[in-house]
């Protein structure tokens, strides 16, 4: 809390802070308490769920349009992989959000904790505008990179799920993954940590 600062004699300066603003309010540029905007673990599932099924379902069905038995079970996976890739990498490289992440109220923004998560210049600059027009928040959508690597370190193992011990391995990765949201207090999934992502609640207004 900012120390109160007395006005002097004869001031007509309100008492209170150095910004003019009673004890206890937030400053207007300081950040909300660490943690209170991260987007909760069950909108991260339900933005994960929506995004499989817009995916995984179209691909599916025209892959078994041309293949099937065992070799519909070779090619599915990794089809539905690379479009999961493309799916995620674009979206949020131009948005910060897949439809999935709309509907559940949430976006990917780079991490500003560490400097393999700082955001750039042109990521700050990507940051959507309000009605107002003022820039919404301070570390704006991925950049290409991010977003790529992002998108792969989740889309890459599906593709692997054909190859028996690799799909195993696939398999604790993503019960690892899931694991790591609850390890810290960021609430990063190992593919957060390697792209130096974080995912928030979006704002409404």
């Known amino acids: 809390m900012a120390t109160p600062r007395t006005p002097a004699q004869g001031s007509d300066e309100p008492s209170g802070t150095d910004h003019g603003i009673?004890?206890?309010?937030?400053?207007?540029?300081?950040d909300?308490?660490?943690?209170?905007?991260?987007?909760?673990?069950g909108q991260r599932l339900l933005a994960r769920i929506v995004d499989t099924l817009i995916v995984g379902l179209p691909v599916i069905i025209v892959v078994k349009e041309f293949v099937s038995g065992h070799r519909l079970d070779v090619i599915a996976p990794p089809a539905v992989a690379g479009c999961m890739l493309l799916y995620e990498a674009v979206q949020l490289a131009l948005w910060g959000q897949t439809l999935g992440k709309r509907f559940a109220g949430i976006q990917v923004v780079p991490d500003p904790s560490g400097p393999e998560g700082a955001a750039t210049d042109a990521e700050r600059a990507g940051a959507p505008e309000t009605p107002g027009g003022a820039a919404e928040g301070r570390y704006g959508r991925p950049s290409v990179p991010r977003a790529v690597l992002r998108a792969a370190v989740y889309s890459v193992p599906i593709a692997l799920r054909?190859?028996?011990?690799?799909?195993?391995?696939?398999?604790?990765?993503?019960?690892?993954?899931?694991?790591?949201?609850?390890?810290?207090?960021?609430?990063?999934?190992?593919?957060?940590?390697?792209?130096?992502?974080?995912?928030?609640?979006?704002r409404t207004s």
Request: aromatic content about 6%; hydrophobic content about 40%.
């Open 22 to 30: 009673p004890d206890g309010e937030p400053l207007p540029h300081e």
């Open 162 to 202: 054909p190859v028996h011990i690799l799909g195993l391995l696939a398999s604790l990765f993503w019960v690892a993954n899931a694991g790591f949201i609850y390890e810290g207090t960021q609430r990063r999934a190992v593919h957060d940590r390697l792209a130096g992502t974080l995912v928030v609640k979006r």
């Open 32 to 41: 909300p308490e660490p943690g209170s905007a991260l987007a909760e673990p």
